[in-house]
DNA sequence: ATAATAATAGTTATCAGCTAACATTTACAC
DNA sequence: GTGTAAATGTTAGCTGATAACTATTATTAT
């Protein structure tokens, strides 16, 4: 698993994601297209499209959906829905460095500010909030439908959170900002 | 305003809109091209460019974003911000008539049905929150942000709502769905 | 070390959505 | 009726995406 086909694709799929950024960041999305992205990385478009299989998934991440699910399950049974997947998230985030911070600020901007990439993103949101209403299991006595619901609240609430602290440039703690979201929810 | 050239825009729009609606019914969002669509109502495809800026345009109506932030003012201001939106979108779908939810199902359908549409769908929304989120102004003293989360939230309750309407096939009121949903977010 | 093999990448062609430039038809106002 | 302006059609092209096929390159078994 660590031949040379294996660190070749790993650093090709890198090289790709790391040009296709750069580019985007400095000329907007729409106006790179794959053909560029795929020469910059010294790949021909065929290549582009084998290791990613549309041209907007090359920001995208969903690496952190386990981990926040984990948390959400290991909060104490007796919170309620929405509280626990507060404390799971703010807590996530508080114990994320600085550095990946960053990135996922730098990221987001991009989705934030480029209607097709929050298209997909909204499209690749609904495995989270599965992920998320799945993880509310035996949590309230709700029914399948709601924690479908109180998991698609949660996550527009992150989102939001998440748009607020692009616009501010990340001079707020994105953790702030969710608790704050969030705690609007319940505050009713 | 009813010359013959009126008329036959609205028609050509009429004729084009059904056509695109049947088509995408019977053989699906992406099989269907948008070739077939212009020639199936008797034009050109860039006259179908011309009525509808995107193919996924044609099977969008934002008709009701006005109604519904009307029917939001006008709850008693004391009512709690989740609140006043639940009333407001129960009374108002209580209100309609049969008809017209079997034609919002037809559509509804196809859009919770077809991965590009809901994408599409989810960035229209974004018009929607905002006008949830201004129509919340003045009421229990939220700021901006947190009144963007409010309808955010909302309005992803609504989403699940919808889209469980269209698994159930309809066969529960719409507005018993939202309601529920809606109540799901202020029970915490 | 080398040949067989399987994975990987490139080439080419094609399709669909969408836009632009230009020509042509058609309703309207006079 | 005729000129004007709107509406439509024609054609061509760009981009994202997929498929079929070929060529290259790493692995592996000898």
């Known amino acids: 698993m660590s031949g040379l086909r294996e660190r070749k694709k790993a650093e090709t799929r890198r090289s790709l994601q790391e040009h296709a950024l750069r580019l985007f960041a400095e000329k907007g999305y729409d106006a790179t297209t794959v053909e560029e992205i795929a020469a910059a990385a010294g790949v021909s478009h065929m290549t582009f499209f084998r290791y990613f299989p549309s041209k907007p998934a090359v920001v995208e991440n969903d690496d952190y959906d386990p981990m926040l ?15 626990a997947i507060r404390h799971a998230l703010v807590a996530a985030l508080r114990a994320m460095p600085a550095g990946e911070l960053s990135t996922v600020l730098a990221r987001s901007r991009l989705i934030v500010r480029e209607p097709t990439l929050r298209a997909r993103q909204s499209e690749a949101q609904r495995a989270t909030r599965q992920m998320f209403a799945e993880s509310l299991a035996g949590r309230g006595a709700l ?21 607020e602290w692009v616009r501010v440039d990340g001079r707020q703690e994105l ?5 704050c979201a969030m705690t609007s929810l319940t505050r009713e």
Chains 1, 2 share one sequence.
């Open 175 to 179: 953790a702030d900002l969710v608790e």
């Open 69 to 83: 699910a984990a948390a959400i399950r290991s909060r104490p049974p007796d919170e309620a829905p929405l509280t």
């Open 143 to 163: 029914s399948d439908f709601e924690r479908q619901v109180v998991a698609g609240a949660a996550l527009a609430a992150l989102t939001m959170a998440i748009e």
